[in-house]
């Protein structure tokens, strides 16, 4: 007789009660309907278990044994414990061992005559004449206590699903209560995936669904299910991306109806936007300016990512779009995530504006109050054009008489709230976001999913490839003659110092012993420059010109430089402790050479041995320089969650699916959500995924609640 609901909190369902309660509530677990969506991360098949006498070594297989003797041993030559159990079926008897085994020992686990079920490899026992052993298999106990003898149906005689087990509560306990709990549910009434779609995919009723994820019938192939294939699965994993996706399209629907600003286009303003252009921009730059364009002049609020590697020639773009909105007699916003970057774009923007009389100022919190509250009443008043900035810009008392184009370059450094509160400051202005980090398209759909796109995939001509070089510490003086011969000839260097914790203090003793180092002993000769966070912004930019200019052939910097910096006769990138780095950030660091006509090279230092992960990093980053292959592998190692570290959260969590296994299913379900909010808001099923999302949305999808 169902009688709950998937609204009940969990501790009302068989077998779980209070405590329990509390470690299904930790893993974000509060009602039945979430525990229901908790599903298996492996299957086995029991409905016939290999026989021991059949086992062959290498391959996953489970058998079905009973315990004959057990207990922990040490071993002769290193002195370690294994913990060592003898079981046998009908066929014969195997040994499974476990390596510091000491706490099945400690807590009991296992005793004679117990029926366990053991899953893993079986691999050759060297003392065992040609007998097989487990090491460290996984295991599941049938019976507790010996000599009863009834098997129960949940753990054999059928593909089983195995739980990730949360604190006490384990596989087997998970099964049960799960088991239970489909029984007594009442699934039958709740879909929120509208039964036209399901249907049109063919795909099956949510009820039935959860019942084959969790107890799958003997249909369902193995396979299918390991890999996360079945209709049910399948089903469930489009449902979530579905309701995300269409959130989303809900989202954006809503900012395409708000009333913004239609820019006009004249003959005179397209002159004045080829006029500041430096080199024939790439055909990438063509359309996507031509995107922009094309938002900017409808009258619904632009809200466009445009994404494209280092070096792609973003800020040109953005400058373009900045003349629109300039010529139609609206203010501008560029915001950057440092104040080394801010400074260079406001130069940048005044050397390329320079024959259109803009009114430009520069904001950043480094400033004297008196210049900001000038600045301000400038801006206020409608007697500044384009405002060039860090976070500073966003400060309450910051107001405009008339904005019209907000720019936020490297977004990804910014939280999505702040991008949120640069557009506040008009009504409605357009708003151009981007970023360097090439985010891999599957995230992008759902971490920007309420943005249009743009991509520059495409780098400006004569860019010669970088190369790109790990070298141990014991190559150092190699390095070094290297160096001293290409600025013989010219070249500019960047010597980079490790992130030694996240903390800027140990960063800057670390940048100031290798500036040290190279100004005294190394090349003396040579005129080094030192640049860090806890400089001035008066040193910094003086500094940095000095360095752009030419006149210091070294600069030595912590990661300060690592976005955006732009001084093309800089060939030379050595990067110290490059295993510290994550992948992205030092593609990012790479991306500041390679921006000229000359052959840059880029040198990662590490000591003698690093580890598994940052071997893999280093190798991706001397086989590739394609950011977005780079950032698909970060991905691929870190996960979601990790990819964007501390700065960015946002980042959706699954239940069942996974961004990386389920491209397909997210792409399809974006384009059926894509549809489907365009449905007539009084259609049955438009009105009730409405309804469930306002109710379930930011539970569901938490942080993502953006407007
Ligand atoms: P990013 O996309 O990394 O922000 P930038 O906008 O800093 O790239 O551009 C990188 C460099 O390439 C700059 O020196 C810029 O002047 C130059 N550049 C951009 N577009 C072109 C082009 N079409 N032709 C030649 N050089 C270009
Ligand atoms: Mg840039």
Redesign the pocket.
Known sequence: MPSLDLKTSVQYIKGVGPRRAVILERHGIREVGDLLTYAPFRYEDRTRFTLVKQLLPGEPQSICVTVLACGLARTRRRGMFIYDLAARDDSGIIRCKWFNGQYLERQKVFRQGMQVIFYGKPEPDPYGHGNLQFINPQFEIIHNEPGLETINSLEMGRVVPVYEAMGELGSRQLRRILYGLLESTALKEFDPLPASIRRARGLPERGVALRQIHFPDSREKLELLNAFRTPSQQRMIFEEFFLLEAGLGLKRKRARRQTGISFQTSDAIRGSIKKIL?????TA?KRVLREIVEDMRSPSPMNRLLQ??????????ALQAMVIAIANGYQTVLMAPTEILAAQHYL?ARRIFAPLHYRMALLVSGLKAKERSEIRSRLKNGEIDLVVGTHAVLEKNVEFQRLGLVVI?EQHRFGVVQRLELKRKGEFPDTLV?T?TPIPRTLALTLYGDLDFSV?DEL???RQPIETRWLKDDQREKLYWFLRQEMKSGSQVYVVCPLIEESEVSDLRAAIAMYEDLSKHVFPDIPIGLLHGRMTNKEKDEVMTRFSSGTLSVLVSTTVIEV?V?V?NATIMVIEHAERFGLAQLHQLR?RIG??KKKSSCFLMTPETVNEDARHRLKCLEQTLDGFKIAQMDLELRGPGEFFGTRQSGVPMFRMANLIRDQEVLELAKREATRFVERPADDPEFEAVLRYLRANWSRRFGLMSVG
């Open positions: 430096p080199f024939h921009p790439t730059q494209g590697d280092v070096g792609s020639g973003k800020t040109i773009v940048y370059d981007m360097a520059l400006p001509p004569l955006g732009d093309p991306g921006r000229g």
